[in-house]
C-alpha cells in the first residue's frame, strides 16, 4: 500500500491556500551561549588543509601520513568552513530554520550559525494527539521538541513553535484520505513540503522579514545573483545520491524556491552524522525517523480503515 504513494502520476499539489492562518507561539530564547564540551579527534575526509580568520567557531585542519585531516578544537571553536558550500557563508542573513529535533535539521542549523547567519530555529507542531491518542502514543511530539530545545541551548538560538495541526488535517491528513477513497496515491511528504512546511509556514513568518528559510533536506537550490533576483532559482541533485530528496520539493513554485536554503545539499549522509558527533549534539545518537510521521507505527491501511 505504502509503495503506491509514490505514483507521480497520481500526485496532486495546488499551491497552498493563502488564506491560511496557522498561530505562531514565542516557546524558547537563550542568551547566554554556551561552549561544547571536549572531543577525541576524529578523521574528516575530502578536506583541505588551510588556515582560518573567520570570526565564528572553527575547526583546525591538520594533515595527517595518509592524505586525510583529522578535526581538532581551537580557541575560538571549531572550523567548519569546507561545510558551508550550501550555507551562503559571507553573508550576514537572517534565516528561519525549520527545526525537527532530528540529527539534519539539527546540523542544518549549525551549519548556519557557524556560517555567521542570524538563526531563528521553529518547530511545526502538526500532530494531533489529543485528538486521537491511540494512533500517535508512538509518535509523540514532546520528545522531539525536547530535542529541538537542546539542540538551540547549545549556540543560544531563539526557538519559536508554530502550531498548524489544523492546517496540516485540513491540506494534507484529509486530502489524502480522500484521494484513497478516490483510488488515488498522493505522497504525503510531497504534500507536507508543498502546502505546510514551505507553504502554511511561510505563509505565518512572511511578516517578520527572513532572508531565507532553511531546513535539513538533502537538496540544494541554485540562486540567481542579487542583481538578478528575476531569474529563476533551480532545485538541484544533493551530493548524497542516496539520500537525495529532491522528489519530494520537486512540486515547490518559484516563489518558495527563491525563499530556501538547504545546509545539507553539499554534504554526504556520512558527514553529517560526523559533523553530530564532533558537535556533540543532544541527538547525535538519534536514530532518523522512517514513514510517515503523523502515524508513528500505526499501519496506514488501518489508518485509513479508521
Known sequence: ??????????????????????????????????????FPL??????????ST??????????????????KRTSIGFYLEPYLGCSMPGKRLKVAVLLSG?????????????????????YLKIWFQEDFENFWSECPWDE????????????????????????????VVSHIISEYRSGRTPNPDVLCN???????????????DFDYIASGHYAHVLHSPYDKRDESSILALSKDMVKDQTYFLSHLSQVQLRRLLFPLGCIPKDEVRKLAALMDLPNKDRKDSQGICFLGKVGFLFFLLE
Not at 499551491?15 to 516557546?27: A, D, E, I, M, Y
Not at 576524529?42 to 588556515?51: K, Q, T, W
Not at 542549523?109 to 531563528?120: K, V
Open 1 to 38: 500500500m505504502l509503495r503506491a504513494m509514490a505514483s507521480l502520476s497520481h500526485l496532486l499539489f495546488p499551491f497552498p491556500n493563502p488564506g491560511l492562518s496557522p498561530r505562531l507561539l514565542p516557546l524558547f530564547s537563550f542568551s547566554s551561549p554556551k561552549p561544547l564540551p571536549g
Open 42 to 51: 576524529a578523521p574528516a575526509r575530502h578536506l583541505a588543509s588551510s588556515a
Open 54 to 71: 573567520s570570526p565564528f567557531p572553527s575547526l583546525e585542519l591538520t594533515p595527517s601520513l595518509n592524505d586525510c585531516f583529522s578535526l
Open 102 to 122: 532530528g540529527v539534519d535539521s539539527s546540523v542544518a542549523l549549525r551549519l548556519l550559525h557557524a556560517a555567521g547567519h542570524s538563526c531563528t530555529a521553529f
Open 144 to 171: 522531539d521538541l525536547k530535542y529541538a530545545r537542546a539542540v538551540c541551548d547549545q549556540v543560544s538560538v531563539p526557538l519559536e513553535v508554530v502550531h498548524l495541526s489544523d492546517e496540516y488535517w485540513n491540506n
Open 194 to 208: 508543498t502546502r505546510i512546511k514551505f507553504g502554511a509556514f511561510l505563509e505565518a513568518i512572511k511578516n517578520m
